[in-house]
């Protein structure tokens, strides 16, 4: 597959997805997608998009949580 952004070759790999939405936020491992060499865009297929928005709508149970820091740049400078 050619990258949609740059043109680039893409590879079929297993990706991270994070998901966010206001106060939301979340994470999906293990997702299989297209990721460019170039520019490291993450392309989803229609199949698994669909699947990610189950995730959204909690249809699954997390399997595990992680605690998420949150920085504020402006702060640090
Ligand atoms: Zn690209």
């Not at 229609?46 to 699954?60: G, H, I, R, S």
């Amino acid at each position: 597959m050619k990258c949609v952004f740059c043109g680039g070759e893409t590879k079929k790999m297993l990706v991270t997805f994070s998901y966010e939405e206001e106060d939301r936020y979340f994470l999906v491992e293990h997702v299989p997608a297209e990721v460019c060499d170039r520019c490291g865009e993450k392309t989803y297929s229609p199949n698994v998009t669909d699947e990610l928005l189950k995730f959204a709508k909690d249809k699954f149970k997390p399997v595990k949580k992680r605690e998420v820091s949150v920085f504020d740049f402006a702060e640090a400078c």
